[in-house]
């Protein structure tokens, strides 16, 4: 037996020259890695066809060598026994775990493992080859991706320079992308660049919904939900507050299902002591069925939930709360705070949309840098705005929603954030033409 070792830039072609010099029947010892390619060491039993006849036609078999042959220890520097069984033992911790896996289920016919057999079976070094091509491909095509859409936008500037003009305006203001694309392709083509923002605010208003004083103007019993920190408590004494000097202390009641919130139910009957209307807690579905029935004298009786995020699975059992009181019609309104961002805002919406609800309420617009991004949300969602509250005074702070006045105030906001020059009659100007 005799070994040779070959050198490839990659196994492929370190197999082939195995391959056309030692012929099928080679046996592979080893393989290994280096900087510049593959080494591989390759037994052989006897000299291929190709080297039994010398140059002068005389038959190679009957020269001797000159020199003693290096055992396979010298040629390999292993000190292991020189034998085949050693080498193939050593050849199976560096090929892969499927080559090991069918050696296994054939312990006999591992001397029959030949070239072509292994050239099935990847190694180690194609498999981190592969992998990173895989990875630079899938790199390059998001690069490409981004690429393309950068050029068809500036393709659609080129083509349209008012349009992009406009984008950007309403992207400032926080409109979302979609809506902004939206309407912009709505805008005349004969329009200049003043009537187009006009034309592009009013058609924003024309969108928006809104409903005028929706919870004071009708009897029955309403629930305010949203997440922590909307403002629910502070917006309930607001409401509850407008309503008695309407209708009267006796005709308002509140209750409370915050059962989590240090301190919730004391802040609630503080206001209803000044106010002067009750205020009762209950802990669960059948307590508040209970009040419920106790109040149904009553013109008005608010609800105030407790405020968890999106994500809290108690939410769910809050909204079971209010599902099984379905024998009495509690209308549902959403508190947002307008302060929000987009993203946030729409997951909020998302969830409690599994409630049927009969609109909305923004707080803390005197929070706000741009209201966008509130109006965006109640847009493509459908969602009635019912109320503003832009501050905590009781009752003072909270007033009927109107389209023309959050449009007037988001286009106010972009003026006076979003652009560095502009001066405040500029300002005026645009406001009163709306």
Not at 231 to 250: F, R, S
Not at 286 to 296: A, G, I, M, R, V
Not at 359 to 380: F, N, P, R, W
Not at 387 to 395: N, S
């Amino acid at each position: 037996m005799k070994i040779r070792r070959f050198y490839g830039k990659d196994m492929r072609e370190a197999l082939k020259q195995v391959k056309d010099e030692l012929g099928g029947d080679a046996v592979i010892m080893s393989n290994k890695k280096h900087a510049d390619g593959i080494e591989i060491v390759a037994a052989y039993d006897k000299e291929p066809d190709a080297k039994l006849v010398g140059k002068n036609g005389n038959d190679a078999t009957s020269l001797k060598p000159a020199t003693k042959t290096p055992s396979l220890s010298e040629i390999i520097g292993d000190t292991a026994p020189d034998s085949l069984k050693a080498l193939l033992e050593k050849q199976s911790q560096v090929v892969s775990n499927k080559t090991e896996a069918m050696e296994a289920y054939q312990p006999q016919e591992s001397k029959s493992q030949t070239l072509s057999h292994v050239e099935k079976q990847p190694s180690t070094y194609q498999k981190d080859a592969l992998s990173e091509m895989r990875q630079e491909l899938s790199s390059l095509r998001n690069i490409l991706q981004f690429q393309v859409s950068g050029l068809i936008a500036q393709e659609k500037q080129r083509h349209h320079p008012l349009h992009g003009y406009l984008l950007e305006k309403l992207h400032k203001m926080g409109i979302s992308n979609s809506l902004a694309e939206e309407v912009v392709s709505y805008t005349p083509k004969s329009s200049d660049e003043r009537q187009a923002w006009l034309f592009l605010l009013k058609l924003l208003a024309n969108k928006l919904q809104t409903k005028h004083d929706d919870i004071l103007s009708q009897p029955g019993v309403v629930a305010l939900m949203g997440p922590t920190g909307t403002g629910k408590t502070t917006t309930i004494a607001k409401l509850a507050a407008q309503a008695v000097k309407k209708y009267g202390v006796e005709n308002v009641a509140v209750i409370t299902l915050d059962n989590y919130r240090i301190g919730a139910f004391d802040q609630i009957a503080t206001y209803g002591k000044i106010i002067g209307c009750p205020v009762k807690q209950a802990q669960d579905s059948n307590q508040l069925t209970d009040l419920l029935y106790q109040f149904k004298n009553k013109r008005l009786v608010l609800i105030d939930t407790a405020g968890y995020s999106q994500k809290d699975t108690r939410l769910i059992k809050q909204l079971d709360t209010i599902k099984q009181n379905s024998c009495v019609n509690i209308r549902k309104y959403l508190v947002i705070q307008a302060n929000c961002q987009y993203r946030a805002m729409q997951q909020i919406v998302n969830e409690y949309s599994k409630l049927s609800l009969h609109g909305c309420i923004l707080t803390k617009l005197d929070e706000c840098y741009s209201l966008g991004e509130a109006i965006s949300v109640a847009i493509e969602n459908k969602l009635q705005i019912c109320y503003l509250a832009d501050g905590q005074r009781v009752p003072e702070d909270l007033q009927s929603a109107s389209t023309k006045y959050l449009i007037t105030s988001a286009a106010k906001l972009y003026k006076k954030y979003a652009l560095i020059h502009t001066s405040s009659s500029q300002v005026k100007n645009e406001v009163a033409t709306l």
